[in-house]
């Protein structure tokens, strides 16, 4: 079975530009998280979508939204880029959110990451 | 707020050997997961061990266990015989629990602690 995937691999943008990045989860899971990871940091959760409504943001400005489709795919996108928004962002997979995501059902799977350079 | 944190930035084990990543957090929660996770020099977060906060015997996977002491808040990672595979960042992670069952999804992540196993 696939894993997670993200594409692109690799973004460059320039400040106050735009950028949408894209996630597919492993087939089943219904719940989409996203992360950012800056260099040399744990990652920090920026948002969690589960059947395609919002359970979760993180502490990051509204230039950060995201949206999760039918298909439980998941976009983020990022506005008005700054140099700190570089980083690897994450996306991760669940099977279930809420009361149901007990034992494994919680765990997340991790995609390979877009790095994401502003310059 | 739940934090998480990783006091040894950088260690290094013979091959082999075993060694011992140290995680404290902090909570105010009853019911909550830990988790270990190993991110190689390739990017791709992979979940070493997990466990949950109510079960009281430490969680072991092959290789990997965990010294889990909940009244401390510590959840150190036991690497034995050590393999040159082993050769990566590894994050500690939390993840809060729903009252009655089930969690809330997102992950709080130490800072890691990047390990190097020399041959």
């Known amino acids: 079975d696939a894993g997670v995937t993200q594409s692109p691999t690799h973004l460059i943008k320039t400040r106050g530009q735009h950028v949408t990045l894209r996630c597919s989860p492993i087939?089943?899971?219904?719940?989409v998280s996203w992360y950012q990871q800056v260099l040399g940091q744990g990652p920090q959760f920026i948002f969690q979508?589960?059947?395609?409504?919002?359970?979760g943001r993180g502490n990051f400005p509204d230039r950060f939204s995201a949206r999760q489709f039918p298909n439980y795919s998941s976009e983020l996108n990022v506005n008005a880029l700054l140099l700190g928004d570089s980083a690897l962002y994450l996306c991760?997979?669940?099977?279930?959110?809420?009361?149901?995501?007990?034992?494994?059902?919680?765990?997340?799977?991790f995609g390979p990451g877009t790095r994401l350079t502003v310059l | 707020a739940q934090t998480v944190t990783q006091s040894q930035p950088e260690m290094s084990v013979q091959e082999a050997e075993t060694v011992t990543l140290s995680c404290t957090y902090d909570?105010?929660?009853?019911?909550?997961?830990l988790f270990w996770y190993k991110q190689p020099p390739s990017r791709q977060m992979i979940l070493v061990i997990r466990q949950e906060a109510y079960k009281q015997q430490n969680a072991t996977e092959n290789r990997f266990s965990v010294n889990f002491q909940k009244a401390a808040k510590s959840f150190s990672l036991k690497i034995s015989d050590s393999q040159l595979g082993d050769t990566a960042m590894y994050f500690c992670a939390f993840m809060k629990g729903l009252n009655y069952g089930g969690s809330q999804g997102n992950l709080i992540f130490g800072k890691g602690t990047k390990l190097s196993v020399k041959p």
């Open positions: 979508y589960y059947e395609k409504e919002e359970r």
């Open positions: 991760a997979s669940s099977l279930k959110f809420g009361w149901y995501a007990d034992g494994p059902y919680n765990e997340q799977f």
């Open positions: 087939s089943g899971h219904k719940s």
């Open positions: 909570t105010s929660e009853n019911n909550y997961y």
